[in-house]
Nanobody
């Protein structure tokens, strides 16, 4: 059974940083691409970044390029998202998701999420 547990969210001022973590279990973590998704209040779930199973291929949504860094540790079954220069529009619940080739955003197995609030 796929289990994904996000942590590291919180309240931060604009310009601040947070480092999100995701602990994965119940599947062969190193075999799967992993994705960070987010959902802002009243908005649809959106893709933020993803990383290939080996960590060699990485993609970012345009608004977070240069500010967010995705990484993984396959030995520890962990996924990370380092978020710098945070903006109020980054406020959302952030989810990590296991990503199969056939998945859409809606079908990815994801955790319960961690709240990120950027506000002064």
């Amino acid at each position: 059974q796929v289990q994904l547990v996000e942590s590291g969210g919180g309240l931060v001022q604009p310009g601040g940083s947070l480092n999100l973590s995701c602990a994965a279990s119940g599947f062969d973590f190193s075999d799967f691409r992993m994705t960070w998704l987010r959902q802002a209040p009243g908005q649809v779930l959106e893709w933020v970044s993803d990383i290939s199973s080996s960590g060699t291929l990485i993609f970012y949504e345009d608004s977070v390029k240069g500010r967010f860094t995705i990484s993984r540790d396959n030995a520890k079954n962990m996924l990370y998202l380092q978020m710098n220069s945070l903006k109020p529009e980054d406020t959302a619940v952030y989810y990590c998701a296991r990503t199969r080739d056939t998945d859409s955003i809606a079908t990815m197995a994801r955790g319960q999420g961690t709240q990120v609030t950027v506000s002064s």
